[in-house]
């Protein structure tokens, strides 16, 4: 399904057998904006639909998963959205996969089959498939996860309800003070207290790297300052290209120096603007500018 045609406003209905993938697609679909509910009943689709119009506006995407454990709800759900109940358009998604598949993740996890009762564990998925049978026969999209690790199944998921904006990875270049401590949530740190300090300066010490252009221009000047930008934004470059096969979205990259006001944000500023320049959806964040 083209990425090219989806669009805000939709419905995403996700079910599907126990173990398939349910909680893996509901996380994607949340990472691509998304407002998810997991195990819902039927008989509150309309209103969950209503109550996120009114509070996030009708172009925000809505994704519900509904399991084995609604029940008789199954009914309802087929009738609700076979009448169009939402106002939305509506897309019901079951993930499916082999029983020796299924099986051999519930045993991974330790978790009895909600069916099972007293019984073996295929007995449950058995009874599973009996009641799901409508619904993966009414299904617009049937995922067969049998062969699909976790990466291959949110690539699948981005590919069907993504849009260029939410599949792009998003890069955050944060400016910060080592004296105020390291970013604990960076996926890279970069030291710039190699450059020299524009706060011993007094012209330039008021100043800042992101509002000062004689700052960011004597930071971008010393000795050894271009050389790191040409290092290291390439070595970032393909870091996200990894990211982004991986099925990861978000990439967070810590630039500091001591205070976090000169160095550190001209030179998060100039990264920034670098990966942008090869495409990527990077912006500069200055975390201690101003603290002093």
């Avoid at 209503?50 to 506006?57: A, K, N, P, T």
């Avoid at 009895?112 to 007293?118: D, I, K, R, Y």
Wanted: hydrophobic residues 40%; neutral net charge.
């Amino acid at each position: 399904m083209s990425t090219e045609h989806r669009h805000t406003g939709e419905l995403v209905v996700v079910t599907g057998m126990t173990g398939a993938g349910r909680s893996t697609a509901a996380k994607e679909l949340e990472d691509l904006g998304f407002y998810v509910v997991d195990n819902l009943p039927a008989s509150l689709l309309p209103d969950v639909v209503r109550l996120v119009d009114e509070s996030r506006g009708s172009q925000q995407p809505v994704a519900v998963v509904v399991d084995v454990r609604s029940g008789s709800f199954f009914d309802q759900l087929q009738e609700t959205l076979a009448q169009g109940r939402t106002g939305r358009q509506a897309t019901l998604v079951f993930l499916d996969a082999s029983d020796d598949v299924l099986v051999r993740r519930q045993e991974a996890v330790r978790r009895p089959h909600p069916l099972q009762g007293s019984g073996r564990l295929l007995d449950g998925l058995e009874r599973e498939r009996k009641v799901m049978a409508d619904l993966r026969a009414s299904a617009d999209l049937v995922i067969d996860t049998s062969a699909l690790n976790v990466h291959q199944l949110t690539d699948r998921i981005a590919d069907a309800f993504g849009t260029p904006d939410t599949t792009r990875l998003k890069v955050s270049v944060v400016s910060f003070g080592f004296k105020y401590g390291i970013p604990v949530d960076a996926d890279f740190v970069a030291d710039m207290r190699f450059l020299p300090n524009p706060h011993w300066i007094p012209e330039l010490r008021p100043g800042n790297g992101r509002d000062t252009p004689e700052v960011s221009a004597y930071v971008y000047s010393r000795p050894g300052a271009q050389e790191f930008l040409d290092g290291y934004v390439p070595v970032l470059q393909g870091v996200a290209a990894g990211y982004l096969r991986e099925g990861k979205r978000f990439m967070r990259v810590a630039i500091g120096c001591t205070g976090g006001k000169h160095r550190s944000v001209a030179m998060a500023e100039e990264i920034a603007r670098r990966l942008r320049a090869g495409g990527l959806d990077a912006r500069p964040i200055h975390r201690d500018l101003g603290r002093e």
